[in-house]
């Protein structure tokens, strides 16, 4: 008995189907299940493209001070619409100007808190209401004004006298120039020159711009070769009596350095010898600083540019006085370095 099917024509047979694989179906063929109420994802592209569709164009820029041509041509074609440029921005310059009375109000309170008297602050007002070149004028009358004032102040003040301080520096400095070991002479216009150059560098109690006045000046270069003299006489009469009192060159420098910031190094004290040596060669006559600038001028023709040289002579020079003079006595120069205050002076003999 044959059994009949019920499938329909065109249909596949069931055993057929379940024979063959499912085939996938491509996911964009797919449709997204979506319940009802439920609220659909979108993806960030399809977000960013929906909110591009929502955004409204922006609007036209507007320009201030001019309306579109549009505008124009409706209401008045045959119409120019540019602005004057020049009359508006005159009329806003001039509204930024202050007016006379503002400024008159300001300065007259101004002037009340600097404390003008009542006829200072009616000449200010007067001032105020002069033109340009009035008020140009009136000011080179009162430069005129106190001018004549300050001539009075300098008529009036007492002549100018060297003050006892700056005399104490310039001892001081007679001393440390003459036993400098740059000194190239003790006599004349170099030592006094070079107390001046020290005197205009530090200035001291000096008045400002005294150098420049010659009468003034000429009193300080009288006090710098009177104390110059002083010194030469009292180093000179130390030097006698060391050699009379067999005293020994270390003592007789402290000596001569009493009082000073000086320190008796080995190169004073050989200065010092050679000092003695020309004083009992001569005898103290009244050349004695002649000659010993003479010697000076010896040991430079000698030594040349050779400082070496030089410390050489003036280290035999010192010898000699130490085998001369305090013989018994026990005692050593220390090699010290000059203090800053000497170096000073030496830098500025030596013109640096």
């Not at 047979?13 to 009802?36: C, F, G, I, K, Y």
């Not at 320190?263 to 001569?282: G, N, W, Y």
């Amino acid at each position: 008995m044959t059994s009949t099917s019920n499938t329909p024509a065109g249909a596949p047979d069931a055993s057929t189907a379940q024979s063959q694989p499912s085939q996938p179906v491509p996911t964009s063929q797919r449709r997204p299940l979506q319940r009802e109420g439920a609220v659909y994802i979108l993806s960030p592209a399809e977000q960013a493209l929906a909110d591009a569709m929502l955004r409204s164009s922006p609007p036209p820029e507007q320009v201030l001070g001019k309306r579109p041509h549009e505008e124009d041509d409706e209401e008045d074609p045959g119409r120019d619409t540019e602005p004057d440029e020049g009359t508006s921005t005159s009329a806003q310059a001039q509204s930024l100007v202050p007016s006379l009375g503002n400024i008159t109000g300001t300065t007259l309170r101004y002037a009340t808190y600097k404390k003008l008297r009542a006829e200072q602050r009616d000449e200010l007002e007067a001032f105020l209401q002069e033109s340009a070149l009035g008020r140009q004028a009136k000011l080179f009358v009162c430069l005129l004004s106190v001018e004549n004032k300050i001539d009075t102040f300098r008529s009036a003040a007492p002549p100018y006298q060297v003050s006892d301080g700056l005399k104490t520096n310039i001892n001081n400095y007679s001393v440390a120039v003459l036993l400098s070991v740059n000194i190239s002479a003790y006599k004349g216009d170099i030592p006094r020159n070079h107390i001046l150059n020290i005197l205009k560098r530090y200035r001291f109690d000096m008045p400002p711009g005294i150098e420049h006045d010659y009468a003034n000046w000429e009193k300080i270069t009288t006090a710098v070769s009177y104390s110059l003299t002083q010194t030469r006489a009292r180093v000179k009469k130390l030097v006698r009596d060391s050699i009379v009192q067999d005293t020994n060159v270390f003592a007789l420098a402290q000596v001569i350095v009493h009082g000073t910031p000086c320190r008796p190094t080995v190169q004073l004290c050989s200065r010092v010898a050679l000092m003695r040596a020309v004083h009992q060669e001569c005898k103290g006559s009244e050349k004695y600083w002649n000659l010993i600038d003479q010697r000076l001028a010896l040991v430079r023709r000698l030594a040349g540019t050779d400082a070496g040289k030089a410390s050489k002579i003036f280290r035999a020079i010192l010898k000699t006085d130490r085998e001369t003079y305090g013989v018994g006595e026990d005692y050593v120069i220390a090699d010290l370095v000059a203090d800053d205050w000497q170096q000073r002076v030496d830098d500025v003999v030596s013109g640096i």
